[in-house]
C-alpha cells in the first residue's frame, strides 16, 4: 500500500490550495479518508475525515473553510483549502483510518 500526497505550497492568507492524495495497493473506497497536519514542534492532529458513503467530519479550526471530498474512480482523496491562515500552515499527510498507512507530507505555508 502506497500513498502519496502532494499539491502543498507556499500561498498568503486568504487564499486558498487543492490537496490530492493518490493511492496504489488499496482500494480507498472501501475506506475511511483522513487528512492529518503537523506543524513544526506541535502534535500532529486530525483536519477532517471522510466515511465510505461521503460523510465529513472536521476539526473546529477548519470547518467551514475546508472540504475533503473524494473520487473513487480515481482512486484519490482530495482537501480543498480555502481562506487559508498562518496557522494552517503545516505538513498536510492522508491517512487510512484505523490503519498504519501514511502518505508522505506536502508542506502548505501560509505566509505574507
Known amino acids: 500500500v502506497q500513498l502519496q500526497a502532494y499539491g502543498g505550497g507556499l500561498v498568503q492568507p486568504g487564499g486558498c490550495l487543492r490537496l490530492?492524495?493518490?493511492?496504489?495497493?488499496?482500494?480507498?473506497?472501501?475506506?475511511?479518508m483522513q487528512w492529518y497536519r503537523q506543524a513544526p514542534g506541535k502534535q500532529r492532529q486530525l483536519v477532517a475525515r471522510?466515511?465510505?458513503?461521503?460523510?465529513?467530519n472536521y476539526r473546529d479550526s477548519v470547518r467551514g473553510r475546508f472540504t475533503i471530498s473524494r473520487d473513487n474512480a480515481k482512486n484519490a482523496v482530495y482537501l480543498q483549502m480555502n481562506s487559508l491562515k498562518p496557522e494552517d500552515t503545516a505538513f498536510y499527510y492522508c491517512?487510512?483510518?484505523?490503519?498504519?498507512?501514511w502518505g508522505q507530507g506536502t508542506l502548505v505555508t501560509v505566509s505574507s
Open positions: 471522510i466515511s465510505t458513503t461521503g460523510v465529513t
Open positions: 491517512n487510512i483510518y484505523l490503519s498504519d498507512y
Open positions: 490530492s492524495c493518490a493511492a496504489s495497493g488499496v482500494d480507498l473506497s472501501r475506506r475511511f
